[in-house]
RNA sequence: GCUGAAGUGGUGGAAUUGGUAGACACGCUGGACUUAAAAUCCAGUGAGCAGUAAUGCUCGUAUGGGUUCAAGUCCCAUCUUCAGUACCA
């Protein structure tokens, strides 16, 4: 029976799909495996050789685990929101669901094609309403929380108001917004409900902001940074403006320092691992406050806690000490009247723990102003219970019974306090700054034009020139301002800021290489330590005073900070870097200028896109403010429209949705006409961005056709988290960074068993085409020898001719060579052709028209192309060679290679084996189709080991030892290749097995049943087939993997290698039971050994036994 | 600029804790089978030198140093390529 690839490939595929051999179960005895794919976008040209790597890679470690008795789950699904086919409906008006449809249909079959053992039962769509109704879920659970920076996690957004109707928010150690107003608790339950909504929306996880955005007012839409090209529109060359717009953001920021720890305790490729961290861009510094001088607002008199104090504060209730920690761990537990609270600040004074209700104070002794405090407070009508250190660490139980007898005959004080109003502020501008020792550097400051004090501060004089440059700025895109390094530009505001030490008057300026998304838009530029404003103030002529003991600044700014002495600044001076850093730090805080700050680059994401192609948000608007839809209403289905493109008001598709109004009283989607109605309110109209879907599909799967919840928290328990995930290294900031902070987020909020959802990644390498070349000649005149006719003329009688790469070494030889050819054929004269040029350029060719041996297939190249219809060939020795170069596989360079195409010629199997034999997964490697038939031939010659000619021929006889000592050291290489990821060796590791047992004629069932499960995982149908022939009639899939047994690779002899002064000479066949002094004896009386030494002595022996020896001398 | 990865025959790539460099495959050359081609099978194939030959010698893992009995592998410096990232204060 000849392996007839096709029909056998076909048969298993539908076996497999007909049993259902992959379905996992949720339920087993077995451990669990959990191996997945990265999320593939279906996209309409569907799969060439390169995408299927990491699939195959995956497939045979997950067929491999099944061998090795674990229960494993494959899924595989579509990411099928996004951006190709909502451009295909803008062209043609065909629904992107359709297109969608039919693109997966194409992907479905091309992979069913592969051979993969995915569980198709648990395919997911992100499109799907089914899933996406999940993801809007998980939208509105995020904008049902907030960050809770005590117990550094997300928390219900109720917890946070009973925070505020307690003690307002002076206290609360949340992330939010920079500058979010202070408010008592009598103040917040003042607020109106809209004030209410505004503040807490500076809380939650998912808010409404103002962001800028690269807008196109002609498109309509929002661009990506990389979708510029010189201030236009990278599609259409449109004008692109940077526009304030109200969106969605992600507080992705609450989340830096955990995202940066989380990686810690993940096994992620390191450079991926880089690139998150560099991404998310910790920095340690200090904020700074900068006052503007202005003739104006008088000083409050009144007594606020400075920035630095709050800080304090926050500080202060996490790092308690131990005995104060035990204390709290007593009190915090307390409800209701008898509630504590840590760190308190009761007038000007921090009590460590209040009871204000009972108003009672709880201290430890020993403070200094203990007599201050004592009388203050009991003026205040506090009671007061001190305590020392000892006497909590001993029995703080007494301790506690102690206070309790406190509370019990204590009542609260009456407040009568009102809260004061606020002063009218002086502006100020905030800097965060990496290097506070350099404060005394600083010359002058700049601001982003986009700053929001610049209008403030402007002064009149300068207000002309600084609206001019404003204007200027807003039409470059960011990107173009960051690549545009050597223009320095900007404009001085004529206002002054004053040094927050020296008191000295510092010029603000605005420029453009300040961001206005980083830190806070603005710095304090200290040109001698920095490039930046160095270059700045050079342009400018601004003075650019030195802090640096003995460095010359005229060339350049000094950057290094090792080594530096800080000079000419007060009290930093004659410190160096480390010291003047934390000293300054110090003093800012001492003096409630600043404080000291981690900074993260980090930016909360945008969440909005002004698409039709995405997941709807759960969201209406009622007074402007947003609504979310009941979880119970869920999924809000994406409207029909009739035009894909945003309205001409400029708002975005969903706009033109005729039905897409919410009935907040029928709980239901309804026509937009009801909008009149009082209960009837307009929905979002932007859609979410395509990681939106992405970011939590790990866990569908483990449970992917539950209608009640996203996951059982059964399923979730089980699978708990992804324990192989391969996928393309492109994804290291996007989808990997997203979906790590969803996951840590629904952590938070119990919904999903672990923190990280990837336990470990491996990036497969891309594969690269292998792009084919022809050198075609292109005639020019040389400029004024002929008429415009005349050159005409001639330039038409000249063919296209086509060189072969090997007749040429330069460009002259190539030029030289047509003109012959040309004259000899008649196409050109002898006079002529000095006046004309001849011009090699080279052109792709495709590579299905070239053979292995680089030969091009002349009558397929003509036909391909009619400007080739008529060209002449000059070739060599009858054969037309192309050039070769390895390039990124695009259609455009005609080196795509289609798996279909693979498949039907040389089968899946040969395609699975050569993707993995190609080299390393994780490296990038050319494919080069001809190397196939490596592969081909192995196959083939594994299937004859199992056949007499055409008779299956299986022996019963025991294997020989020779026999077996090649089973089991095939079983070992491809077990320890498999488990560290190494498929290429394997290969050849099968390659070596097969031509060592073919040598053999080995034909005995005791070697060829294990030696089918080895390779079962690589090429999955012929062992199906193999296994089916040999007798058995179950799937090969899940039967034991074979065992290694060390006792058949166990050797008595050793071919030692002899070499002398580290050079091998000769091999010499010795016992593995010789001592090392018999070794050394027997080689050096060894004849070649003699030989060798040609009389001499050896000076040294070097006997490694089982390895080497080496003799030395 | 910064960060990371990698440089081994004509090509893709092997090489365990430092221990026989080039496994396995492609390509190439020669041969067998065939009218011929394809397919299949066999042999050779890092470079150079010597020899009719078996064989022997020299050089060889980007470059230059170093450690070691022994270096593709470890250390230092340099060069090149690729990838990511960038007025990040």
């Excluded at 703080?396 to 102690?402: G, H, N, P, R």
């Excluded at 603005?522 to 003995?550: E, L, S, T, W």
């Excluded at 009935?663 to 989607?669: L, T």
């Excluded at 073919?998 to 079962?1016: D, Y």
């Amino acid at each position: 029976m000849q392996y007839n690839h096709l029909a056998i490939e076909k048969k298993w595929q539908k076996f497999w799909a007909e049993n259902q051999t992959f379905k996992a179960s949720n339920e087993s005895d077995k451990p669990k495996y959990y191996v997945l794919d990265m999320f593939p976008y279906p996209s309409g040209a569907g799969l060439h050789v390169g995408h299927p790597l990491g699939y195959i890679a995956s497939d045979i470690y997950a067929r491999y685990k099944r061998h090795k008795g674990f229960n494993v789950l494959h899924p595989q699904g579509y990411d099928s929101f996004g951006l190709p086919a909502e451009q295909y409906a803008i062209q043609t008006g065909q629904h992107p669901a359709k297109t969608t449809e039919a693109n997966i249909a194409t992907y479905r079959k091309q992979l069913d094609n592969i051979g993969f053992s995915f569980d198709w039962t648990r395919e997911v769509r992100t499109s799907n309403p089914a899933y996406y109704k999940w993801t809007q879920s998980i939208f509105i659970e995020l904008f049902n929380s907030w960050y809770h920076k005590d117990t550094d996690k997300a928390e219900d957004i109720s917890i946070l108001i009973s925070i505020f109707k307690k003690e307002g928010n002076r206290l609360v150690n949340a992330v939010s917004e920079e500058g979010v107003e202070l408010f008592s608790s009598e103040e917040w339950k003042a607020f109106p409900k809209k004030k209410q909504e505004e503040i807490l929306l500076q809380y939650r996880l998912t808010y409404l902001s103002d962001t800028h955005v690269n807008w196109c007012p002609v498109l309509g839409t929002v661009l990506a940074n990389d979708e510029i090209i010189n201030g236009l529109s990278e599609r259409g060359g449109h004008p692109v403006v940077q526009k304030k717009m109200t969106q969605w953001s992600m507080r992705i920021s609450a989340y830096a320092q955990r995202l940066l720890d989380g990686l810690e305790k993940i096994d992620w490729p390191q450079p991926l691992k880089d690139s998150q961290t560099n991404w998310i861009g910790r920095s340690q510094g200090a904020m700074v406050s900068f006052e503007v001088n202005e003739v104006s607002s008088k000083e409050s008199t009144e007594v606020k806690l400075s920035y630095k104090e709050l800080e304090t504060l926050k500080e202060l209730r996490l790092n308690l000490s131990k005995a104060e920690g035990l204390l709290w761990d007593e009190l915090k537990h307390k409800k209701g009247a008898a509630k504590f609270r840590k760190k308190y600040t009761v007038g000007s004074f921090l009590v460590d723990y209040v009871c204000l209700a009972k108003n009672t104070i709880v201290e430890f002794s020993g403070k200094e102003d203990e007599t201050e405090r004592t009388t203050f407070f009991a003026k205040e009508g506090f009671n007061i219970v001190r305590f020392s250190n000892e006497e909590v660490i001993e029995n703080v139980l007494q301790v506690v019974s102690k206070i309790n007898n406190t509370l019990q005959f204590s009542s609260a004080i009456k407040s009568d306090k009102k809260p004061e109003k606020k002063p009218t502020k002086k502006h100020q501008i905030d800097v965060f700054t990496t290097r506070p020792d350099t404060i005394f550097g600083v010359s002058f400051m700049t601001l982003a034009p986009e700053h929001e004090l610049v209008s403030k501060i402007v002064t009149p004089a300068q207000k002309k020139e600084v609206n001019a440059y404003v204007r200027t700025t807003a039409k470059r895109s960011e990107r173009d301002r960051m690549a545009d390094v050597k223009t320095i530009s900007g404009v001085f505001t004529g206002a002054y800021a004053i040094h927050p030490f020296t008191g000295e008057k510092v010029q603000i300026w605005i420029g453009d290489y300040v961001l206005a998304n980083y830190g806070t838009g603005a710095v304090m530029a200290v040109p001698c330590g920095d490039q930046r404003d160095y270059d700045f103030a050079k342009h400018f002529d601004i003075p650019i005073p030195n802090i640096f003991k003995g460095v010359d600044i005229s060339e350049a700014a000094h950057v290094d900070k090792a080594g530096t002495i800080i000079a000419n600044s007060d009290f930093l001076s004659g410190l160096t870097y480390q010291k003047a850093l934390k000293l300054s730090i110090f003093e800012l805080e001492k003096r409630a200028i600043g404080y000291g700050k981690i900074n993260y680059r980090l930016r909360d994401a945008v969440f909005s896109r002004q698409r039709y192609w995405g997941e709807p948000f759960p969201v209406y608007y009622k007074d402007g403010m947003p609504q979310m839809i009941d979880a119970a209403h869920l999924p809000i289905v994406l409207p029909t429209v009739e035009k894909y493109l945003p309205t001409e008001d400029g708002k975005p598709p969903l706009g033109n949705a005729p039905e897409w109004a919410w009935d907040s009283r029928g709980k239901k989607v309804v026509s937009n006409e009801k909008l009149k109605n009082k209960t009837v309110y307009p929905l979002e109209l932007n859609t979410m961005p395509g990681w939106a879907g992405s970011s939590w599909y790990f866990n569908r799967y483990m449970d992917a056709s539950n209608s009640e919840e996203f996951a059982s928290k059964e399923s979730l328990d089980y699978w708990k988290e992804v324990d192989l995930y391969i996928g393309g290294s492109e994804h290291a900031t996007g989808h990997l960074l997203y979906a790590r902070f969803w996951q840590k987020f629904l952590f938070d909020k119990g919904m999903v068993p672990v923190d990280e959802f990837a336990k470990k990644l491996i990036n497969q390498g891309m594969i690269l085409g292998t792009s084919a070349f022809v050198y075609k000649a292109t005639p020019f005149i040389k400029s004024d020898c002929f008429t415009a006719h005349a050159s005409e003329e001639i330039l038409n009688k000249i063919p296209a001719v086509i060189v072969s790469k090997n007749l040429f070494n330069s460009e002259e030889d190539f030029e030289v060579l047509v003109k012959n050819y040309l004259i000899d054929n008649g196409f050109l004269n002898q006079d002529t052709s000095d006046r004309i040029m001849i011009v090699k350029s080279d052109v792709h060719a495709d590579v299905s028209s070239v053979n292995a041996s680089d030969e091009l297939d002349v009558e397929a190249f003509k036909n391909w192309r009619t400007e080739f219809k008529t060209a002449e060939f000059i070739l060599e020795e009858g054969i037309y060679k192309v050039g070769r170069e390895v390039e990124k596989m695009s259609k455009s360079k005609y080196n795509v290679v289609n798996p279909d195409a693979i498949c039907s010629a040389h089968g899946a199997d040969a395609l699975r084996l050569f993707e993995m034999f190609l080299g390393p997964l994780e490296q990038a490697k050319p494919w080069k189709t001809s190397g196939i038939s490596g592969v081909s031939t192995f196959l083939k010659k594994l299937w004859k080991l199992y056949f007499n000619g055409d008779v299956l021929a299986i022996s019963e006889d025991e294997p020989t030892k020779e026999e077996l000592k090649i089973l089991h050291k095939t079983i070992k290489k491809v077990e320890e290749d498999i488990e560290n990821f190494s498929f290429n060796t394997s290969v050849s590791t099968f390659m070596i097995a097969v031509n060592e047992l073919t040598l053999l004629k080995c034909n005995k069932r005791l070697i060829l049943e294990p030696l089918a499960i080895l390779v079962s995982p690589y090429a999955p149908h012929i062992a199906e087939e193999l296994w089916s022939l040999l007798g058995k009639t179950t799937s090969i899939s899940t039967v034991d993997f074979p065992a290694f047994e060390a006792n058949h690779l166990v050797e008595s002899t050793k071919n030692y290698p002899i070499s002398f002064n580290g050079k091998m000479r000769f091999t010499l066949e010795l016992s593995l039971d010789l001592s090392k002094e018999e070794i050394e004896k027997t080689v050096l009386e060894d004849e070649k050994t003699i030989a060798q030494l040609d009389g001499r002595i050896p000076k040294k022996v070097i006997v490694v036994p089982g390895k080497i020896v080496n003799i030395v001398g």
